[in-house]
């Protein structure tokens, strides 16, 4: 999945009709609501958006239509696998009926190109784990640990007898990482994750 990185916007005149798409990052329906309030013109004969965060989304025509709005700017997002975002299209409108057809291309086109024209970073899934580490082990398996990618430490704590280190990994490398600590302790110590 993609996340944006900062605020988007595409503006595109359609026989006549102009259409601007403002996508945001948002991580919560409250937010998107906020955003979509923010971001709708008074001025403006239609505010057409869509928002997915995770499983969740919602999609609005606004008096557009049924299925000519809303559904095409949530296909724009899903086509390009964004997450955590809201897009707004707002249409001021131009005095030419574009028909069904016309403002699916319009809204969806429109919600497409702004979010093939913003910053998005790919989005990794990660655990949090800690590791109980012996004295004598904690320099080599700490070094090895700094030295992969996707994995940082996040809090070292120390005890009478060694320390615990607190790592983020990337999901898709818990069994490589648990496989190293293991091996370089000779099983003294295990990665467990939270």
Not at 45 to 53: E, K, S, T, V, Y
Not at 164 to 171: F, T
Request: proline fraction near 3%; charge should be negative.
């Amino acid at each position: 999945m993609l996340e944006l990185q900062q605020p988007s916007t595409f503006e595109q005149v359609v026989k006549k009709s102009r259409f601007l798409a403002t996508a945001l990052p948002v991580a919560s329906e409250e937010e998107a609501k906020a955003a979509i309030a923010a971001q709708s013109h008074a001025d403006a004969n239609h505010n057409c958006w869509a928002w997915r965060i995770g499983q969740a989304y919602r999609f609005s025509d606004d008096g557009e239509p049924s299925g000519t709005a809303g559904k095409p700017i949530l296909a724009a997002i899903d086509g390009h696998a964004v997450d955590k975002v809201v897009v707004i299209v707002t249409r001021w409108f131009g005095g030419i009926l574009l028909g069904s057809g016309g403002l699916v291309r319009a809204y969806g086109g429109t919600a497409g190109q702004c979010l093939k024209s913003a910053q998005l970073a790919e989005v990794r899934p990660s655990v949090e784990g800690a590791v109980h580490l012996e004295f004598s082990d904690l320099a080599r398996v700490k070094a090895r640990l700094q030295s992969h990618p996707d994995l940082s430490i996040t809090d070292e704590r120390f005890g009478g007898t060694g320390a615990e280190l607190i790592i983020r990994l990337a999901e898709a490398h818990v069994e490589t990482v648990s496989t190293m600590i293991t091996d370089l302790t000779s099983g003294r110590s295990q990665l467990q994750l939270d």
